[in-house]
């Protein structure tokens, strides 16, 4: 069974293309929600946070971490190899499919790209992100933008990446998913 990885900076469209993967029948495994999953409940991995920030509090963590990149790799040293270990015993349950995915917005940043065998890359124009994300949850600009300083430029983003869907409200994201899944279902 081959792995895939689905990645894409913030506001580009991740969770849409997952969610037609899942639809075509794909198992998406989503690294963002593992993770805060893994960071309430794992014993371990709350102290280590609690210790190394002094607070177990996600928007008090979020405003620590997206400010300083050099708190955010500590966070992510803490949290990342819980991740990859959750997502090989996931894969392990995911017999008989042709390919699986694992979603996530900084896949190349936090490592998680090794052992995979392609990566598929959302992308859009950097403005259009920008409002989705102000629209959906809520944030300003400066905070939207404030976490994309911490994820790869989508130029290298795409470079790095085997397949690239282009969700700018020009294309359809639909056919471009089905003809990548067709092509995936064959390898």
């Known amino acids: 069974m081959l792995k895939g990885g689905l990645t894409g900076g913030i506001g580009s ?9 899942r639809q075509l029948g794909i198992p998406v495994y989503n690294a963002d929600e593992e993770a805060s999953r893994i960071r309430e409940k794992d014993k371990t991995v709350k102290e280590k946070i609690q210790a190394a920030f002094g607070t177990l509090d996600r928007k008090a963590l979020a405003g620590i ?82 976490r994309m300083k911490n994820q790869l430029p989508e130029e290298e983003r795409n470079k790095r990446s085997g397949h690239i869907l282009n969700n700018n409200e020009e294309q359809l994201l639909l056919p471009q998913v089905l003809k990548l899944h067709e092509k995936l279902k064959g390898k």
Not at 13 to 21: C, M, T, V
Not at 97 to 126: C, M, Q, R
Request: cysteine-free; proline content about 4%.
């Open 65 to 146: 971490v997206f400010s300083d990149p050099s708190k955010l790799k500590e966070l992510n040293t803490i949290i990342h190899p819980a991740v990859k270990k959750h997502f090989e015993d996931w894969v392990l349950k995911q017999q008989g499919k042709p390919y699986v995915l694992k979603e996530a917005a900084i896949l190349f940043e936090s490592g998680s790209d090794e052992g995979l065998d392609f990566v598929i890359a959302l992308t859009a124009p950097e403005e259009l992100r920008i409002e989705r994300v102000m629209k959906r949850d809520g944030m300003s600009r400066e905070e939207v933008q404030a």
């Open 13 to 21: 469209g991740k969770s849409l293309a997952a969610e037609i993967f």
